[in-house]
């Protein structure tokens, strides 16, 4: 099992990290995937993946930080790509949706930041990992302008949550598509048209991975507490059910999956 979106690199796990990577040993999750969300988390990612064996790390600036950029980042996400055991550039993408943290950025601003990252990644031919929320129909037009210099495989969308038509497009550009532990929560998230278990079921298998998010979304029964990387088994398992097959089927087909994004 791969847990191919997380962050270890925030300040969530700064006193128990390696009590973190114990549990997930232990539990079957042989491969880490920690993400950026602004330069300095994204440099925290590269760091370890450097220290520990099992991590991995994927840098980029999430929509939240587009205002919060001083000049020349885009170089420094460049260099921070051409360290050991970086994937891919992500998260970026648009967020539409108002946190009482984060109230929602200039779209003009998320797209150009957006789309500044999709042609670093295309220079540097890396995939992109995405993030969307409620913002589906933007984030495919800008992929959609790139659609002729994108990998072949062009990389993931992480914690997917849109409709059905957003589902159909990000799978006709050759995306793969990645579920958390909020697909254990009844009903359908505020601001969202479709229960996830619905885009579940029109998620193929041979496009579907697994992820935690943590320290977020934590799976049922450990909702509203610290999310991890050995609960993607949970969230795993119950994917397993609604698609009908066996959890070690799950397990086989989404580690293959990942494989195949980020060449690991
Ligand atoms: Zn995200
Ligand atoms: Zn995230």
Not at 75 to 101: C, F, H, M, T, W
Not at 172 to 178: E, K
Not at 206 to 230: C, M, Q, W, Y
Request: hydrophobic residues 40%; glycine residues 6%; positive net charge.
């Amino acid at each position: 099992m791969i847990d191919v979106h997380c962050h270890l690199n925030f300040k969530a796990f700064e006193n128990d990290l390696e009590e973190v990577l114990e549990r997930a040993k232990k539990s079957g999750v042989k491969k880490i995937i920690n993400v950026g969300t602004s330069l300095e988390s994204s440099k925290k990612a590269v760091e370890l993946a450097q220290k520990y064996e099992e991590l991995y790390a994927i840098v980029g600036i999430h929509p939240h930080h587009a205002d919060k950029l001083s000049k020349g980042w885009e170089r420094q996400i460049e260099k921070l790509l051409e360290q050991p055991k970086v994937l891919a550039i992500g998260e970026i993408g648009l967020d539409y949706y108002s946190y009482a943290s984060n109230g929602i950025v200039d779209s003009n601003l998320q797209k150009e930041v957006f789309e500044t990252q999709i042609k670093i990644a295309i220079n540097k031919n890396v995939p992109l990992q995405i993030h969307n929320r409620q913002a589906g129909k933007d984030v495919v037009k800008s992929l959609k302008k790139y659609k002729n210099s994108l990998r072949n495989i062009p990389g993931m969308f992480h914690c997917f949550a849109s409709d059905f038509q957003v589902l159909k497009e990000v799978l006709d550009l050759g995306f793969y598509i990645g579920f958390d532990g909020n697909i254990t929560y009844e009903g359908i998230a505020k601001g969202e048209v479709i229960a996830l278990f619905e885009l579940l079921k029109r998620t193929p298998l041979n496009k579907l991975v697994v992820e935690t998010d943590a320290p977020f979304l934590s799976p049922i029964p450990h909702r509203g507490s610290r999310n991890e990387p050995s609960y993607v088994i949970i969230t795993a398992k119950y994917i397993a059910q609604l698609k009908g097959v066996s959890f070690s089927e799950i397990d086989r087909v989404t580690t293959k999956n990942a494989g195949n994004v980020f060449n690991l």
